[in-house]
Nanobody, 125 residues
């Protein structure tokens, strides 16, 4: 079992930046691949970015590539998402997910074993 708690969400103007954190507790954080997803009202959960257990490999959705950066600190059991040049269409609840070992497809929500409760990000125009 691993428990995930997101923080760092908030309200920001278009063009601004936010950094989300996902603090993990429980089983060894370094045993998990991690991902960020988001869900806007009335829409399905959407893949944002993923990172493997060591942090050596990162993946991004086309919609955030070049603007968002995923990273992790295994010593602190924390996952991060640095979001720059935010756009109104980035408004959503952001969730972190954990998959034990590795995923065959990190962009699929059903690959993940555990989820956080979500953090609201609102970008005003």
């Amino acid at each position: 079992q691993v428990q995930l708690v997101e923080s760092g969400g908030g309200l920001v103007q278009a063009g601004g930046s936010l950094r989300l954190s996902c603090a993990a507790s429980g089983r060894s954080f370094g045993s998990y691949g991690m991902g960020w997803f988001r869900q806007a009202p009335g829409k399905e959960r959407e893949y944002v970015a993923a990172i493997n257990w060591s942090g050596a490999s990162t993946l991004y959705a086309d919609s955030v590539k070049g603007r968002f950066t995923i990273s992790r600190d295994n010593a602190e059991s924390t996952l991060y998402l640095q979001m720059n040049n935010l756009k109104p269409e980035d408004t959503a609840v952001y969730y972190c997910g954990a998959v034990f070992g590795f995923a065959s497809d990190y962009s699929r929500p059903d690959e993940y074993d555990f989820w956080g409760q979500g953090a609201q990000v609102t970008v005003s125009s």
